[in-house]
C-alpha cells in the first residue's frame, strides 16, 4: 500500500492568504506543466488554509517516495515548508473529506 505525508507549506512572514493562494497556484500549475510524475504523487491538499502563530498554511498528503524531488521544487521556487516526519505515515484512505480535497490526475 502507497504511504503518505503531510506536507505543511508555509506562507511568508504577513504573506496574506490570497497572496499566498496565488503562490501555490503558480507553483503546482508549474509541478503540473514541468514535472507531472511527481505532481501525480500528491495525492490530496487540505480543504482549508491553517494559521501557525501569524503564519499562513497549507498542507498536502504526498507519497513518501516524492518527498525530495517535491522538496527541490518548492526550494527553488522560494515556498518553505516545516520538516517533514518521514515516519510519521498514512494512508491515502485517512485523507478523506471534509477535511482533505483528493487531487484529479
Known sequence: ????????????????????????????THMLRNKPDD????????????LVGSCVTRQYMVQVDALDALSIELGAKGIAFSPVDVDDT????????????QLEH
Do not use: G, H, I
Not at 16 to 24: G, I, W
Not at 39 to 50: K, L, N, Q, S
Not at 92 to 100: C, Q, R
Open 1 to 28: 500500500m502507497t504511504e503518505y505525508v503531510c506536507v505543511t507549506l508555509l506562507a511568508e512572514p504577513l504573506e496574506s492568504e490570497s497572496a499566498f493562494k496565488a503562490r501555490l497556484t503558480s507553483f503546482w
Open 39 to 50: 505532481y501525480e504523487r500528491v495525492y490530496a491538499e487540505a480543504t482549508r488554509f491553517d
Open 90 to 101: 498514512y494512508t491515502k484512505y485517512e485523507a478523506t473529506s471534509p477535511d482533505w480535497f
